[in-house]
């Protein structure tokens, strides 16, 4: 189904997934706060990524490098000349704009005049700021715009530590930073984002080979969590798009409410970054084969998706509207592995003796499992807003449960109910939730 940015934009706010920054100061742009939903349904999201990248595979280590680094990394990287957008400025009413995010159409998108934009100027993406007390160009260093060149930096350091041979991977997920031009569409792009990157290194003759597995293998990522089949695409780009690293690149694209737009992209990066930062910084980042007594530099496939993105994604995805025996309702029906809650104890009543006794199952499960526990409104309208937030199970402890010592489980996707007893409870969950 298709459903509007309006929807999960308030969705997100009235259930707590996602707020907007400083909102009690009016807003600011682009910047977004994660809720109590929302922190959990990130963080599954980036567990789930480490966990195909790192733990389920023997050739990727993690790394997490800091936010500030020299400026000369991004010197060499190619991004303080060359990390630009075009700029162009209404002169009417001074809106600015992506060119080449702009439309054919003759009037401005703000103030619907004809357009008058004079020369776009490239506008360089990143955030400045200064290292230490004096507010000089000495000081000067970049919030990094990508985790990646993080990576690049301590290729060395790691290889050696982790004893890695090619072929190898590091992984990294942390914020970045880019100052958009015109951020927008909720979280879609921000200018405080979450990234996952890897960077795969590998002999150059493997690169087109790795470049093909990266591919399928993170388009089915999305799949196996559950996306749509028919929200999910690969584009392999044309050589007039490619970033000047690049040899081949291709995005994970996603159908969002505004048409298919980039998920992900996988990109053979050529041996460009090793060598660049080798020829900058006087430190050789060549590899040496003892096998075959040869040295190279390695190539890289990088993987590189965006963490709030994927969130908003996957909620997008999850969201449904359905009519169910004669009764609207709105259904999350994530994966759940991502879902917020894995289950919700709900008392049938206020009832003292039945919340009581109600903690308890709900102490006994939370070892196990995120739990909520809500005591408030009729029973079907927690139904709901457990189904709201994609909740798998609900349990619901009611007068029989004191003598029966069992409890109702009730299914988030089917609805369908069954009694369990308390003890066979844990058991009962963890067989169905992975
Ligand atoms: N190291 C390569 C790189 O950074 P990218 O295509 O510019 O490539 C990778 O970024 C991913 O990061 C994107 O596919 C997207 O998911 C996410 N991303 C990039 N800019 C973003 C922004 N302004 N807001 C939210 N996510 C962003």
Wanted: aromatic content about 12%.
């Amino acid at each position: 189904m298709t459903i509007s940015l309006d929807t999960i934009v308030n969705l997100s706010k009235r259930r707590g997934f996602v707020f907007q920054s400083s909102e009690i100061y009016g807003g600011l742009r682009s910047a977004y706060d994660y809720g109590p939903l929302g922190v959990e349904l990130l963080r599954n999201v980036k567990n789930e990524w480490w966990r195909s990248m790192v733990q389920l595979r023997g050739d990727i280590v993690g790394l997490d490098s800091a936010i500030l680094q020299a400026r000369d990394v991004w010197v060499a990287s190619g991004h303080e000349a060359s990390f630009t957008d075009p700029l162009v400025q209404c002169s009417n009413c001074n809106s600015r704009f992506r060119l080449d995010k702009l439309d054919d159409q003759d009037l401005c998108p703000s103030c619907g005049n004809r357009k008058t934009f004079g020369e776009p100027r490239q506008f360089n993406l990143m955030f400045k700021t200064f290292m230490g007390p004096v507010d000089d160009e000495t000081g000067l260093v970049y919030l990094r715009p990508e985790t990646a060149q993080g990576i690049f930096i301590n290729y060395d350091n790691v290889r050696r530590a982790a004893r890695k041979k090619l072929p190898f991977g590091i992984a990294q997920m942390g914020k970045s930073f880019r100052n958009e031009i015109t951020p927008g569409q909720f979280v879609f792009r921000t200018r405080e984002f979450e990234q996952m990157e890897m960077e795969f290194f590998c002999r150059p003759e493997e690169a087109g080979r790795w470049y093909e597995h990266w591919t399928k293998d993170r388009y089915q990522w999305y799949l196996d969590l559950g996306m749509s089949e028919d929200n999910l695409r690969i584009r392999p780009h044309g050589h007039d798009e490619l970033a000047h690293y690049a040899a081949a690149c291709s995005d994970v694209e996603y159908r969002y409410p505004w048409g298919w737009d980039e998920l992900e992209g996988i990109a053979n990066r050529t041996d460009f970054d090793l060598k660049a930062h080798s020829e900058h910084s006087g430190t050789d980042l060549s590899y040496y084969d003892d096998e075959t007594d040869e040295r190279f530099y390695p190539y890289v496939i990088e993987p590189a998706a965006g963490a709030t993105r994927t969130t908003f994604a996957f909620l997008m995805d999850a969201y449904h509207e359905e009519e169910v025996r004669g009764e609207q309702r709105v259904v999350l029906k994530i994966h759940p592995k991502l879902a917020p809650f894995k289950v919700a104890v709900l008392p049938l009543s206020k009832k003292p003796e039945l919340v009581g006794e109600a903690e308890k199952v709900a102490d006994l499960l939370r070892p196990h499992f995120l739990i909520d526990f809500d005591v408030t409104q009729s029973i079907g309208r927690r139904y709901r807003r457990q189904d709201e937030i994609g909740t798998p199970y609900a349990v619901t402890f009611d007068f029989d449960s004191l003598e029966d010592r069992a409890v109702t489980v009730r299914d988030r996707d089917t609805m369908e109910q069954d009694r369990i007893p308390v003890e066979n409870l844990v058991r009962y969950l963890a067989e169905r939730l992975p």
